[in-house]
């Protein structure tokens, strides 16, 4: 197995990285800019320079990895097509490019509620709209996919187990990044993850289950 991160130098693809370092997976960082990827990210990682954006640099970036993790999201701005340009049409570039290289398994972070069409986090320029269109776009393009929808994300780490739970269940919570890096590359070894939808939030008076266990029980 040899893994190609997109979005490895945001805040949840660098725990993602750090994830299959510690799993003694060979990793492939795409980023767009190689200084900064050499400055945020680990020595021992491949960097190979990309953009979702720009699907004529993704066949060359992904070549000999056989597993896609991707964390992409738009930066919060005054621009109204940034989650259309990034969560979808990037998003659908990576996609192709996975489908083209014959990847084995692609697992992309999305988001609760993304089937919530009237979520207040839609005034943001449809985020929640477009994410749940590339949702779409990877479960038609046929390739074995893992769909993670955390809830609100948070940087400082807890102990409070993680509830993972079948699409559009869950509507409410949050979670660290690091267990959403977890949940992500955990998937790529447990065969009950293909082709599957799970949202997840931590929560302090749940009861702890391994993570491959919970896998199995979503239908």
Known sequence: MKAFVAGATGRTGQLIVEQLIARDIPVRAM??????????????IELVEGDVMKPETLGAAMATCTVVLCATGATP????TGPYQVDYEGNKNLINAAKQAGAEQFVIVSSLCVSKFFHPLNLFWLVLYWKKQAEDY?????????????????SEDSSDPVVMAPADTLFEGSIPRQQVAQVCVEALTEPAAKNKVVEIVARENATPQPIDAQFATIQ
Do not use: E, F, N
């Open 77 to 80: 701005s005054l621009d109204p």
């Open 31 to 44: 980023v767009r800019d190689l200084a900064k990827g050499r400055d945020q990210l680990p020595t021992s």
């Open 138 to 154: 990877l479960k038609a393009s046929g390739l074995p996919y893992t769909i993670v929808r955390p809830g609100g994300l948070r």
